[in-house]
């Protein structure tokens, strides 16, 4: 769906004038619609969705400690950092606190740890590189917006821009932000939209299961499946 189709539903169901262009239009609910569907998109975009992380590797300098992020970084994905060559974690981002400690007071010890800050924000690491090798890492993108072209974008910029993010969320944030500017009830739009925001990232994540009351089957002990004798009990 494009930022068009989505306002045009949003605006069917709400009971608004179909708008027929948002980006070049002076019109109040076209206007809202856009700055309301841009605020959806920045919230959605706050949470760990996987469709928005995207893999980086850059390669060390002998003798350079600090190197640029990638024009669209938003954080860095935890525990994400590795040197490629000898697959070592590389740990951080340190507080300032451990950076310090880290320089100062223990230098030199071989693995690299790094921190994230500065203007413009930069990756830092320590010990300084004295050898050209890889690190890699994940991070969240900035970019939510495919354009026409296959260009992505922060933002919207034209009426067929397509959102990254899941499109029906889109449509159910911006439904319930309308009703709200407009002064109706909106408890309803508001309920559905966060609990389908929470089941969708919990599926779009795939976390494994973590089995508690069960044992391999391979497993031969004392306790059977479910830690309840199978013989010799009662």
């Known amino acids: 769906m494009s930022l068009l189709s989505i306002c045009?539903?949003?605006?069917?169901?709400?009971?608004?004038?179909?708008?027929?262009?948002?980006i070049s239009s002076m019109d109040q609910i076209p206007r809202q619609c856009l700055g309301?569907?841009?605020?959806?998109?920045?919230?959605?975009?706050?949470?760990?969705?996987?469709?928005?992380?995207?893999?980086?590797?850059?390669?060390?300098?002998?003798?350079?400690?600090?190197?640029?992020?990638p024009v669209d970084f938003a954080r860095e994905i935890g525990d994400s950092v590795y040197g490629a060559a000898r697959y070592s974690q590389v740990r951080g981002s340190l507080t300032p606190a451990d950076w310090a400690r880290q320089r100062n007071v223990l230098p030199g010890l071989g693995f690299y740890r790094f921190r994230i800050f500065g203007n413009p924000m930069q990756l830092n690491l320590t010990p300084t590189?004295?050898?050209?090798?890889?690190?890699v890492f994940e991070y969240q993108t900035t970019y939510r917006v495919r354009q026409i072209s296959g260009d992505f974008k922060t933002t919207f910029y034209a009426d067929d821009d397509v959102t990254v993010v899941d499109e029906d969320l889109m449509v159910k944030g911006l439904k319930w932000r309308m009703r709200r500017a407009?002064?109706?009830?909106?408890?309803?739009?508001?309920?559905d939209y966060e609990i389908d925001r929470a089941q969708t990232l919990a599926q779009a994540m795939q976390l494994g299961s973590l089995p508690v009351a069960t044992r391999s089957p391979y497993y031969e002990g004392e306790l059977g499946m479910g830690y309840i004798p199978e013989s010799g009990f009662g």
């Open 36 to 69: 309301f569907a841009k605020e959806t998109l920045i919230e959605l975009s706050k949470m760990d969705w996987p469709v928005l992380q995207v893999p980086y590797t850059f390669n060390t300098v002998p003798g350079q400690a600090a190197y640029d992020l």
């Open 129 to 135: 590189p004295q050898v050209a090798e890889s690190i």
């Open 182 to 191: 407009k002064g109706m009830d909106y408890s309803e739009e508001f309920d």
């Open 8 to 22: 045009q539903g949003v605006s069917d169901v709400v009971g608004f004038t179909r708008p027929t262009a948002i």
